[in-house]
């Protein structure tokens, strides 16, 4: 598959708004395909829910994949937490991950390149594909999977962002139905700068969880400490 088409085809994605699902599994074709020899791909997601694979190409992949996290390290892993690309031409011979390298060489994983998912500087996971034969990836590989990932990241930053939005969106439409105190306190930070309601709502949420209290409660707090400033200031 031409490189251009390729990012091109994820580009579209992304832009269409497509499931999650769906974008990873363009992700680990579009690996597969513009890597000549590759065995399979798959993407590792790391986040507060642990590490991860999805859509994997193959069970081969699942299972070297699987092996990362239960050994805690490899390639993968290591592209993730430095942020660099990791490539290894020969798992009989590599030294870095000697656990993980003889493991997976049941496997007939001889090869491997993997990219980081950096999106706003953080990393949220890597990219890689896998290849029977040694020496398998070089240079322009190496460019290659640096591009996808790229565009990988974007795409997988924005989808969740869109499901994030639908929560908050969820979330407030359920909160202004029934708690006017919200409702208050969402007008409260609109009058404060608040771009939107979803983002005011999204704010008094942030509070919520970072002092494991409920948002109303949040909300409440906001109201009263408004109503106090606001009988200070009146002339006596």
Not at 25 to 54: F, N, P, Q, W, Y
Not at 65 to 87: H, I, K, N, S
Not at 105 to 128: D, T
Request: glycine share 8%; hydrophobic share 45%; proline share 3%.
């Amino acid at each position: 598959m031409d490189l251009s088409a390729a990012l091109a085809q994820m580009s579209g994605l992304m832009l269409s708004r497509e499931t999650v699902d769906t974008a990873l599994e363009l992700v680990t074709s579009l690996a597969s395909a513009t890597t000549a020899g590759t065995l399979g791909a798959a993407v590792t997601i790391v986040d507060e829910h642990g590490k991860r694979s999805r859509a994997a190409s193959n069970q081969a992949v699942e299972e070297a994949d699987a092996l990362q996290y239960e050994l805690d390290e490899g390639p993968c892993l290591t592209a993730w937490a430095t942020r660099e690309l990791v490539r290894i031409d020969d798992t009989t011979t590599d030294g870095r991950w000697p656990r993980w390298n003889t493991a997976v060489q049941a496997l007939g994983v001889r090869s491997v390149l993997s990219a980081p998912l950096i999106v706003g500087g953080e990393a949220i996971g890597a990219m890689k594909v896998y290849c029977e034969r040694p020496m398998n990836y070089g240079p322009h590989d190496e460019h290659i999977m640096g591009l996808l990932a790229e565009q990988a990241a974007i795409l997988l930053s924005n989808t969740q962002s869109l499901q994030e939005a639908r929560r908050l969106g969820r979330e407030l439409t359920g909160a202004l139905a029934s708690r006017d105190t919200i409702a208050q306190a969402v007008g409260v930070l609109l009058g404060r700068g608040a771009a939107s309601a979803h983002e005011a709502f999204a704010t008094l949420a942030a509070a919520a969880r970072q002092t494991n209290r409920p948002v109303e409660e949040i909300a409440r707090a906001l109201l009263t400490t408004v109503l106090a400033r606001s009988a200070d200031s009146q002339p006596r």
